[in-house]
């Protein structure tokens, strides 16, 4: 464990913020500082095959150390931070021996982490979390990931009585901006099945996402003197107000659950002459995903043919799909995983992910690749914490799926 949260402190006091404007790879400079100490933590703790390519993916091989042929499997996380929240100068706390009230995470700033609110945190007491001063993200998504696949792999190299075959090891930037897996060679990383170690609560085992599209809408107006506007002012802010009211009310990310999709307006930049609105789109079924962005679409014409004009212009570009459709014809992988927390004595909760996750892009690359807990919370802002035994209990899924692979198929 110590050696697992000193990693894990380490990787997190690295800012590796993605930004979702710049079409470079990766998207930041900063995401390569954490990036080349990994590979030099990889090769330190003995892995063989260590790369990092021109886009920053990292990758490296645990050869098998059984005799007899074993599906090659990988593990998979991003080094990338959310670009939602700052993650400069992070400053961890310790919470030891958490009882279950508030706590305060900036007294200056009255920031609180409580349980009233974040209901989670009564299952953790009596443990340590790890949480923000408040100030920044605190980078567990994924950096608590990453963290678990090398100490996991540093405790299978030092523990040879535990018999595995080879593992494959990945590491991607940008994945916060919807990219990690584009540059991800699959053929290069040879493995026949993988698992992300970027989920939240102890147990969570997924393999369904949303289907996911991000929506532009450019809105057009027209600036004269306030003074002499009647008949000629178009106020875009005004227009679009009127399209921000136009779609569901109850169909947006802070009143839908479990499978429910939604529209989400995560961005606005507006003047009198022009106001654009960045919406992304979610539904986990494809016919009602696609329904939805019919939707999106039939707003807009339906508005410009009530003004008169194609005022308002909308950009709709498909982002990722759910992998459910290429996990299904395998699902023993996902059996594999279900499987080890239960000999762990984790209970296994088995949902759909509302979001999504370097692997789906992946599944549909070839590459069939369920998500596991990680065991962060409150991902992408200040409130963030995880807990050091879920951190735990996340690795030992990670050396207990390679024990079991190699069982399997002996």
């Given at each position: 464990m110590e050696k697992l949260v000193d990693r894990f402190i380490k990787y997190i006091k690295i800012d590796t913020q993605s930004d979702p404007e710049n079409a470079e790879f990766p998207s930041t400079e900063k995401q390569w500082n954490l990036a080349k100490i990994l590979v030099e933590d990889l090769k330190e703790i003995g892995m063989q095959d260590v790369s990092i390519d021109e886009n920053a993916y990292i990758m490296a091989t645990l050869p098998s150390n059984v005799n007899h042929k074993v599906p090659i499997i990988g593990f998979i996380a991003h080094i990338d931070t959310s670009p939602d929240f700052t993650a400069e100068?992070?400053?961890?706390?310790?919470?030891?021996?958490?009882?279950?009230?508030?706590?305060?995470?900036?007294?200056?700033?009255?920031?609180?982490?409580?349980?009233?609110?974040?209901?989670?945190?009564?299952?953790?007491?009596?443990?340590?979390?790890?949480?923000?001063?408040?100030?920044?993200?605190?980078?567990?998504?994924?950096?608590?990931?990453?963290?678990?696949?090398?100490?996991?792999?540093?405790?299978?190299?030092?523990?040879?009585?535990?018999?595995?075959?080879?593992?494959?090891?990945?590491?991607?930037?940008?994945?916060?901006?919807?990219?990690?897996?584009?540059?991800?060679?699959?053929?290069?990383?040879?493995?026949?099945?993988?698992?992300?170690?970027?989920?939240?609560?102890?147990?969570?085992?997924?393999?369904?996402?949303?289907?996911?599209?991000?929506?532009?809408?450019?809105?057009?107006?027209?600036?004269?003197?306030?003074?002499?506007?009647?008949?000629?002012?178009?106020?875009?802010?005004?227009?679009?107000?009127?399209?921000?009211?136009?779609?569901?009310?109850?169909?947006?990310?802070?009143?839908?659950?479990?499978?429910?999709?939604?529209?989400?307006?995560?961005?606005?930049?507006?003047?009198?002459?022009?106001?654009?609105?960045?919406?992304?789109?979610?539904?986990?079924?494809?016919?009602?995903?696609?329904?939805?962005?019919?939707?999106?679409?039939?707003?807009?014409?339906k508005m410009n043919k009530e003004l008169g004009s194609d005022i308002i212009k909308v950009e709709i570009n498909d982002q990722y799909y759910n992998m459910r459709e290429k996990v299904e014809p395998v699902m023993h992988i996902v059996d594999i995983a279900e499987e080890a927390m239960k000999q762990l004595d984790i209970k296994p909760l088995i949902k759909a992910i509302r979001g999504g996750t370097d692997g789906s892009q992946l599944s549909y690359k070839g590459l069939p690749c369920p998500n596991i807990f990680a065991g962060g919370h409150n991902f992408h802002g200040q409130y963030e914490y995880v807990p050091v035994e879920s951190m735990e209990k996340a690795t030992d899924v990670i050396i207990k799926i390679a024990e079991l692979t190699a069982n399997k198929y002996a």
């Open positions: 100068n992070v400053k961890p706390q310790f919470i030891k021996n958490y009882d279950g009230k508030d706590i305060v995470l900036n007294e200056k700033e009255n920031l609180i982490l409580s349980p009233d609110y974040f209901d989670d945190l009564l299952m953790y007491k009596g443990q340590t979390l790890i949480t923000t001063d408040g100030t920044t993200l605190l980078g567990a998504d994924d950096k608590a990931g990453v963290a678990e696949i090398i100490t996991a792999m540093d405790y299978l190299i030092k523990h040879p009585e535990i018999k595995h075959g080879e593992i494959k090891v990945g590491f991607t930037p940008d994945e916060e901006v919807g990219k990690g897996a584009h540059k991800f060679d699959v053929e290069k990383f040879n493995a026949e099945w993988a698992y992300t170690m970027d989920g939240s609560q102890v147990g969570e085992l997924e393999y369904e996402n949303f289907n996911a599209a991000g929506a532009k809408v450019s809105i057009e107006g027209k600036i004269v003197h306030p003074g002499y506007a009647k008949g000629k002012m178009i106020n875009s802010m005004l227009i679009a107000a009127n399209f921000i009211q136009a779609l569901p009310k109850d169909e947006t990310p802070e009143t839908t659950e479990g499978y429910e999709g939604f529209f989400h307006l995560h961005g606005m930049n507006g003047a009198v002459e022009k106001t654009v609105l960045e919406y992304i789109i979610r539904d986990h079924d494809m016919e009602l995903f696609q329904n939805r962005k019919k939707q999106f679409q039939e707003t807009v014409d």
